[in-house]
């Protein structure tokens, strides 16, 4: 079945400064890769995603780029506020009704 | 839409009491998930309904869990006997054709 693993764990950034979070996964038939946004206590929420059939996909500050050849795909956030300080969860799935497998998370800190 | 809506929010039990958590999906959607979420293994999926049906339980932990989905708009989780291992916060989430899953508020489950 489909592996996803993602790195760092934590990330502290400069408010301002870009963030940068990694995800590889295993199963070349995925092709549904969403980012999850999870405040403390509070339920995860998508923020953007991505199909195979594009390589980047931009919503204001926030991007996620694929490359399907190296298995692997990135988000970035720009111009980091406070408010951007949560854990960050990726996750891949194939189409269908099929369920999401989702990374272990990034604890994303932004000092201000 | 009022999302995905579970219940009990909130519940504290003692070890060996049977605990039952409820969903209800968001309206349309074909596709109910049960995820657990804790520290150390992050987001686990249980398990998974399309159409009312039970597709895979693989995740299901032990014996001690068992899930339903009578009709398009319930679902529940149950645990009998609990244990303090299973204190975690357990996600309702559905998913119409396209693959964006929408979490529930999650129900906080400790067990002493």
């Known amino acids: 079945g489909e592996n996803v693993e993602q790195h760092p764990s934590t990330l502290s950034v400069q408010e301002g400064d870009s963030a940068v979070i990694k995800c590889t996964y295993s199963d070349s038939a995925s092709n549904y890769f969403p980012w999850y946004k999870q405040e403390l206590g509070k339920r995860p929420q998508l923020i953007i995603d991505?199909?195979?059939?594009?390589g980047e996909k931009k919503d204001q500050r926030i991007a996620v780029t694929l490359n399907k050849t190296a298995k692997h795909f990135s988000l970035h956030i720009t111009e980091t506020q406070p408010e951007d300080s949560a854990v960050y969860f990726c996750a891949a799935s194939n189409s269908g009704n099929t369920p999401l497998v989702f990374g272990k998370g990034t604890r994303l800190s932004v000092i201000a | 839409d009022a999302g995905v809506i579970q219940s009990p929010r909130h519940e504290v039990t003692e070890m060996g009491q049977e605990v039952t958590l409820r969903c209800k999906p968001i309206?349309?959607?074909?596709?109910l998930f049960w995820y657990r979420q804790t520290m150390m293994r992050g987001l686990e999926l249980l398990i998974y309904?399309?159409?009312?049906?039970?597709?895979?339980d693989s995740g299901m932990p032990e014996d001690r869990f068992s899930a339903k989905m009578p009709n398009a708009s319930f679902s529940t989780l149950k645990i009998q006997p609990s244990e303090p291992r299973d204190s975690a916060v357990y996600f309702c989430?559905?998913?119409?054709?396209?693959?964006?899953?929408?979490f529930g508020e999650g129900s906080w489950l400790t067990v002493v």
């Open positions: 991505i199909r195979s059939n594009v």
């Open positions: 989430a559905s998913m119409s054709s396209g693959n964006t899953i929408y």
């Open positions: 309904f399309n159409n009312n049906v039970p597709i895979d």
């Open positions: 309206s349309g959607h074909n596709s």
